[in-house]
């Protein structure tokens, strides 16, 4: 065999091998949805398997809907832009590198709402097609405030703004438990991002802490805020009239037991205070105050005649022993009461 002829034999025999493996290999894409947040960068992963060179292959990144329909063209180990869909311009790229390697993935940068969707790759001369879906996310975090706040209930407010997909809203107790609470509702902006909001109802617990929670199930992602409500306490208005109220019924409570106590304490310092303001006594408490009251006038009255020619000073004297019967006859008075409230106790 002449070297020419043994060199075509071994070419043919490469391309051969070539052919059967690409014949074996099969283009596979992830099975699990890729989740990204906007403006995050994120990977398509696609590759061959078992894996060979891609590197000669034209590798072609498409998504249905789109005009033109082409994010990614490669051809001839390099990008042509004049195929690809302006709205992807300067965010995608192949691991050149990793062709060899018989790895097609592609990068996109900056992930935006409008890039989620399914994808297809494609290798046009191996006739190998995979799909793959990506789901891009936007979150914030909730705001929570008390917007009643009474003896009996509290009620809270929970908003979040700028959310994709479409999550839901859900209070828990200071224990974790689900709380009740109203529809949750839901705005779509012309971003096409959703506003949510949603209230609850609930009774002041002793621990007072509440969460709500913001969560969507397709990307994995939850946002939560705590909310603390302070103790309820009323105002002193109110303690004032719990108070007054108290008083009144623990006098008619008193009164209802208890007798009412003659007041018999007076100024002391009055002159005109006189006896005729304590209780009238029955029995013999009666006489003696007219005892007291007649040996009083008559005293008076002797000082008085028998004494009309006195000196200034001996009228200042008799007026001041007068002063001193009286309130020793007031003090008896008292002594008396005093002993019949003591009877009536211990019957």
């Not at 490469?14 to 699990?32: K, M, R, W, Y």
Request: hydrophobic content about 30%; overall charge negative; some cysteine.
């Amino acid at each position: 065999m002449l070297p020419s002829d043994r060199l075509s034999f071994i070419i043919l025999l490469i391309v051969t091998f070539e052919v059967c493996v690409a014949e074996q290999s099969e283009l596979i894409c992830s099975h699990q949805p890729i989740v990204a947040l906007a403006g995050d960068d994120v990977i398509l992963p696609c590759y061959l398997d078992p894996p060979i060179s891609a590197s000669s292959e034209t590798v072609v990144w498409t998504k249905p809907g789109l005009d033109p329909k082409y994010i990614h063209f490669h051809r001839d180990g390099r990008l042509i832009y004049d195929n690809q869909n302006p709205s992807y311009n300067f965010r995608t790229r192949l691991f050149v590198d990793e062709l060899q390697n018989g790895n097609v993935s592609m990068k996109i940068f900056n992930a935006k709402i409008s890039d989620a969707g399914k994808y297809f790759c494609i290798l046009e001369s191996m006739l190998e097609e995979a799909s793959i879906q990506l789901t891009v996310g936007v979150i914030s975090t909730p705001i929570t405030e008390v917007i009643l706040h009474n003896f009996k209930d509290i009620v809270l407010r929970c908003e979040s703004k700028g959310w994709y997909p479409e999550p839901e809203v859900v209070w828990l107790d200071g224990e974790g438990n689900l709380l009740s609470a109203g529809p949750t509702e839901t705005v779509r902006g012309p971003d096409d991002l959703y506003t949510v909001s949603s209230r609850v109802t609930v009774e002041k617990r002793h621990s007072n802490n509440f969460t709500c929670r913001v969560q969507q199930k397709d990307i994995n992602q939850t946002r939560e805020t705590h909310i603390y409500v302070p103790g309820i306490k009323r105002n002193q208005k109110n303690e004032n009239e719990q108070t007054e109220k108290e008083k009144d019924e623990q006098q008619d409570v008193e009164k209802s037991v208890i007798p009412r106590k003659p007041n018999y304490m007076k100024k002391q310092n009055a002159v005109e205070n006189t006896c005729e303001d304590l209780p009238i006594l029955k029995g013999k408490k009666e006489e003696d105050q007219r005892d007291q009251r007649d040996k009083m006038e008559r005293s008076q009255r002797e000082e008085t005649s028998g004494t009309g020619n006195n000196t200034e000073d001996e009228k200042q004297k008799t007026l001041e022993n007068t002063k001193r019967q009286r309130k020793t006859s007031c003090s008896d008075g008292e002594r008396l009461g005093r002993r019949e409230e003591e009877w009536r106790k211990s019957l």
